[in-house]
Nanobody
Framework: QVQLEESGGGSVQAGDSVRLSCAAS????????VGWFRQVAGKGREFVAG????????YYGDSVKGRFTISRDNAKSTVNLQMNNLKPEDTAVYLC?????????????????WGQGTQVTVSP
């Protein structure tokens, strides 16, 4: 079992930066690949960023490439998402997830565990 809890969301202005954190508990967390997704009301979860456990390879959704960075600290069981140059269209609930499907990080249905999410609101 893995439990995930996000933090760091809030309301910011366009161009600002925000750092989200996802704290994990569970002895086997280190063997899971992790991902960040975002969701707005009435829409499905959009892949934002993912990191594979085996080699630390990082992958990003097209809309955030060059602006967001995912990182992981296995010793602290945390996954972070640094978001720079935020835009109003980045407004969403951001969720972290853990998966053992290490080859399909961008597909939300492959994730076994999810946090509750944290709201990020970006004003023009």
């Amino acid at each position: 079992q893995v439990q995930l809890e996000e933090s760091g969301g809030g309301s910011v202005q366009a161009g600002d930066s925000v750092r989200l954190s996802c704290a994990a508990s569970g002895r086997t967390f280190g063997r899971f690949s992790v991902g960040w997704f975002r969701q707005v009301a009435g829409k499905g979860r959009e892949f934002v960023a993912g990191m594979r456990w085996s080699d630390g390879g990082a992958y990003y959704g097209d809309s955030v490439k060059g602006r967001f960075t995912i990182s992981r600290d296995n010793a602290k069981s945390t996954v972070n998402l640094q978001m720079n140059n935020l835009k109003p269209e980045d407004t969403a609930v951001y969720l972290c997830g853990a998966t053992i499907d290490h080859l399909r990080l961008s597909l939300p249905h492959t994730y076994s565990y999810w946090g509750q999410g944290t709201q990020v609101t970006v004003s023009p």
